[in-house]
């Protein structure tokens, strides 16, 4: 059985940073991209960014580059995305997603993952 299990979120000043983990279990983790979304209150699920399998490769939402960073531990089986300067339009859940790296679809699109975490509510105050 997949799990994908999200921690770190919380409460944080507008200015701030949080670094979010997702630890996966139950399937061969090297096997996968694995991408973050976030859903703000009253809003879609929407495309925060994603890391290649290896790491090599990440790619960024625009409202987030330079702000965010997505890294991955491939013996622990588990991904990061550290968030700093921190802006009130940041609140939301935060999900984690597995995509399989033999997926040729567009990695923008919720429908386009595997597996899916239950998300962490990240709230930025003002």
């Known amino acids: 059985q997949v799990q994908l299990v999200e921690s770190g979120g919380g409460l944080v000043q507008a200015g701030g940073s949080l670094r979010l983990s997702c630890a996966a279990s139950g399937l061969t983790f090297s096997n996968y991209a694995m991408g973050w979304f976030r859903q703000g209150p009253g809003k879609g699920r929407e495309f925060v960014g994603i890391?290649?399998?290896?790491?090599?490769?990440?790619s960024y939402e625009d409202s987030v580059k330079g702000r965010f960073t997505i890294s991955r531990d491939n013996a622990k089986n588990t991904v990061h995305l550290q968030m700093n300067s921190l802006k009130p339009e940041d609140t939301a859940v935060y999900y984690c997603?597995?995509?399989?790296?033999?997926?040729?679809?567009?990695?923008?699109?919720?429908?386009?993952?595997?597996?899916w975490g239950q998300g962490t509510q990240v709230t930025v105050s003002s």
């Open positions: 997603a597995a995509r399989r790296i033999d997926r040729s679809d567009t990695f923008y699109s919720t429908a386009n993952y595997d597996y």
């Open positions: 890391i290649a399998w290896r790491g090599s490769s990440t």
